[in-house]
């Protein structure tokens, strides 16, 4: 059930299928013989492969309004140019997992040029639109920044949420369930989601490589997965890479660069969907490296190089936390039997968040 998970290569999936059948739920005209449109059925084959072998894919032909994107990513990087006060001024706190994050403020006391630095970014996060069905706090902007920041961030996670609900059909069909609806019901992904936006900042940096190790890479994101369902990222340049076999990932060899595809996105599953496939879909092990502005060659004797800036914007997509993840009937059977009890999305991603913490 399990893929072998043995290729390095990103599959691209072209889901205008996905999005044909978006528009025939929303103007009435669907009908369950349009589930047997043979290319609706290869886009689900083609992400069951996926995501059983790679835990990633980039989807092109989505639909989504590239100008929305654009304006995303540009207002992004205005904000990460303002004051340090401006943009500190909504910060995450105990009470409020949301707003703005340095490496400094993670703990992390080193210079973004350090030869060390791992994990030299920064971060402003938000949460949903609801926050009385979600049970999170309210959304929350900085005063000083310009309203065109808090409108661009407020679009592209509007259109996050139509694009996760198309690729959630995508994940029925893949899982064949009995419902192509069937995460968007009442209490699984509705207005009660608890979906999360994250731009990001890596400032251009110099560093420098050893003469003893030149293959060492220097880490902007140290290796992780992700928590929830699934995570939307856009991407304004290379630098993301892939592991797919955890054990070695200590062995550079063992990481594969995934290519920047400027007009598609790149969706990973988290570790809850893991869970909710009883292992069959894979939670993959990823990191963020600086890449070197322009050509890879050194950019003086001494092996100093100075990375590109990159943006990029993460949806975390993350269900009602009331959900109840027990894995599929469709994911279990006598020679798999199910790896894991019943247990809502809250206490899963509160245990997880623990544990990545060091708690118990």
């Known amino acids: 059930m399990v893929g072998s998970r043995s290729s390095a290569s990103l599959p691209i999936i072209d889901i205008t299928p996905l999005v044909r059948l978006d528009e025939l739920i929303a103007d009435g005209s669907f009908g369950l013989h349009h589930l047997q449109n043979e290319q609706l059925k290869a886009v689900a084959e083609q992400i069951s492969h996926a995501v059983e072998t790679v835990g990633f894919f980039a989807v092109t032909h989505h639909g989504v309004d590239l100008s929305i994107v654009k304006d995303a990513l540009d207002e992004s990087k ?9 943009k500190g001024s909504v910060s995450m706190t105990n009470t409020y997992p949301y707003g703005y994050e340095n490496y400094e403020s993670l703990g992390i006391k080193r210079s973004a040029t350090s030869a060390d630095g791992i994990d030299s970014k920064e971060t402003f996060s938000i949460g949903p639109q609801n926050s009385t069905k979600s049970g999170m706090p309210p959304r929350q902007f900085p005063q000083d920044a310009p309203d065109t920041f808090s409108l661009a961030l407020t679009n592209y996670f509007d259109i996050m949420e139509h694009l996760a609900r198309i690729l959630y059909r995508g994940f029925a069909l893949a899982l ?3 419902d192509v609806n069937w995460f968007l019901r009442e209490g699984i992904f509705d207005d009660g989601h608890q979906c999360a936006l994250r731009i990001l900042n890596y400032p251009s940096i110099k560093y420098r490589k050893s003469s003893e190790d030149r293959s060492k ?10 928590y929830g369902a699934m995570t939307i990222l856009k991407s304004g340049g290379p630098g993301l890479q892939l592991n797919l076999s955890p054990k070695t990932a200590d062995d550079e060899s063992s990481w594969f660069d995934v290519p920047h595809i400027p007009d598609a996105f790149i969706i990973n599953l988290g570790d809850l969907m893991q869970r909710w496939t009883n292992d069959r879909w894979m939670s993959t092990l990823h990191r963020v490296i600086a890449v070197a502005d322009g050509d890879s060659s050194d950019k003086d004797d ?25 894995p599929f009937d469709s994911c279990v059977n006598e020679e798999h039997p199910s790896q894991y009890e019943a247990i809502t999305a809250s206490e899963y991603l509160i245990r997880r968040h623990a544990q990545s913490m060091g708690m118990k």
């Open 217 to 226: 890479v220097h880490i902007r994101a140290g290796a992780h997965t992700d």
């Open 302 to 326: 001494d092996g100093v190089f100075e990375s590109a800036r990159r943006q990029s914007i993460a949806f975390f997509v993350n269900i009602n936390g009331r959900a109840t993840i027990l």
């Open 176 to 178: 064949q369930l009995e």
């Open 78 to 86: 205005n904000f990460f140019d303002l004051e340090p006060k401006i």
